[in-house]
């Protein structure tokens, strides 16, 4: 599977760029109760630092990408703005499973939006641009979603994910043994950290699910 970038991204936002990472041979489980234990802890320091999600400087950087790429960040809000917006709120975030709880961890923790896919519910290569009038999906909030002028990955039977809102489709359950994520870098991070951050990303994923990991920064 090849995974590519519509150059029109990076003329609109230069230095555009993602980090995937490929799991294989994964078991997504009940989240274990030492992941469980961590997040709350991580959720509850934020919490004291009484800061808003706009301090960080994860979200205020793809608030400006968004408002580049012709997107209404206020609108539609990156998927880790909106977690980190309810987080400090002193809302709890429900568990979900293994996989997506530790994926949710990774948005706070960074703060920019990540995405977990079951691998094997893509179809061919995948491609990050922006959305046309065909793109639409069932969302996971249960929506059907019209993903026109947004930001989006799409394999060959269409889009499947976004920094917004990901797709039914492509959904992690108990069921995958492989995933993709996708990490939407922050364009100012260069090469050698984008990397670095994969690699923790990629260590505690397998760490909690195991498997093998690959890392790939484009």
């Known amino acids: 599977m090849m995974i590519t970038i519509n150059p029109k991204l990076n003329e609109l936002v230069p230095n555009f760029k993602i980090g995937t990472i490929t799991y294989h041979d994964i078991a997504i489980s009940e989240s274990p109760q030492m992941i469980k234990g961590r997040f709350q802890l991580f959720t509850e ?35 880790s703005e909106a977690l980190l917006r309810r987080v400090l709120s002193g809302k709890d975030l429900s568990a979900i499973n293994s996989g997506v709880d530790v994926n949710n961890f990774f948005s706070i923790r960074f703060a920019i939006p990540i995405g977990l896919y079951n691998l094997d519910g893509i179809e ?38 976004s920094p917004i809102v990901d797709s039914k489709r492509t959904m992690v359950d108990e069921s ?17 950290e984008a990397h670095e951050l994969l690699e923790s990303m990629a260590k505690m994923f397998t760490q909690v699910n195991g498997g093998s990991a690959e890392i790939q920064v484009i």
């Open 124 to 161: 061919g290569d995948v491609e990050i641009d922006l959305g046309s009038a065909e793109d639409t999906y069932e969302g996971l909030n249960g929506r059907e979603m019209n993903m026109e002028g947004k930001l989006l990955s799409r394999d060959e039977v269409g889009a499947f994910g």
């Open 176 to 192: 995958v043994k492989n995933a993709l994520h996708i990490v939407y870098l922050q364009p100012s991070m260069d090469k050698s």
């Open 45 to 79: 320091s934020l919490r004291l630092e009484e800061k808003n999600a706009a301090d960080y400087p994860g979200v205020a950087e793809y608030r400006k990408v968004f408002k580049s790429l012709g997107m209404d960040p206020s609108r539609y809000r990156p998927a």
